[in-house]
């Protein structure tokens, strides 16, 4: 519902007052849950990013591990490309706003840090990636990546119109690193 006045009136427009409307509350009973817009927007994303963790998890765990992180994050590209404006919104809060509030939405990025190790492991074993990769740090890569990826986007300075092939080829550039470990200077 704050998600819809959000989007309908754009999020600098939308008031305190008409969120607690739309829900039929009292805005002192809104702020027993959230202290300010930007926290309840942070809180929205939040939602939804745990589910998409919870729903993707399948794509993440199917298949080879190439397509499976990119079907992984690809699901995540679509919650952000649904509403630019929005997510524009929802990073610059992620990004500078309260400690407090960008608390909660890391703990969904540690979750998604946590399901790529646990992949990345998994495709040690299956020989699919190099016996050298350390599954935490190629995690931390790929979130690196994925997050560079919305970043472009969100402010326009991608290399591709498409989010999926902007982070689809910094993907292929990251998994040649992947591959056989070499010895140089």
């Given at each position: ?36 817009k930007s926290d ?90 190099g016996e050298h ?19 472009f986007h969100l ?31």
């Open positions: 519902m704050s998600a819809d006045l959000f989007s309908r009136n754009g999020y600098e427009q939308t008031t305190v007052q008409q969120v607690a409307d739309a829900a039929d509350i009292a805005v002192g009973t809104l702020f027993l849950y959230v202290r300010d309840l927007l942070l809180l929205i994303f939040t939602e939804r990013l745990e589910q998409l963790i919870v729903d993707s998890a399948s794509q993440l765990r199917s298949g080879r591990i190439r397509k499976s992180v990119l079907a992984y994050f690809g699901a995540f590209l679509e919650l952000y490309e649904a509403d630019s404006e929005l997510s524009r919104h929802f990073w610059r809060e992620f990004l500078a706003g309260k400690q407090e509030s960008r608390d909660k939405v890391n703990v969904v990025a540690a979750a998604m840090i946590a399901a790529l190790q646990e992949r990345l492991a998994l495709a040690r074993q299956k020989s699919e990636v990769v350390d599954p935490k740090m190629a995690a931390l890569h790929l979130y690196a990546l994925f997050h560079a990826t919305i970043s402010v326009g300075c991608a290399p591709f119109h498409s989010s999926q092939k902007t982070l689809s080829a910094l993907l292929d550039s990251f998994w040649k690193g992947l591959g056989k470990a070499t010895t140089g200077s």
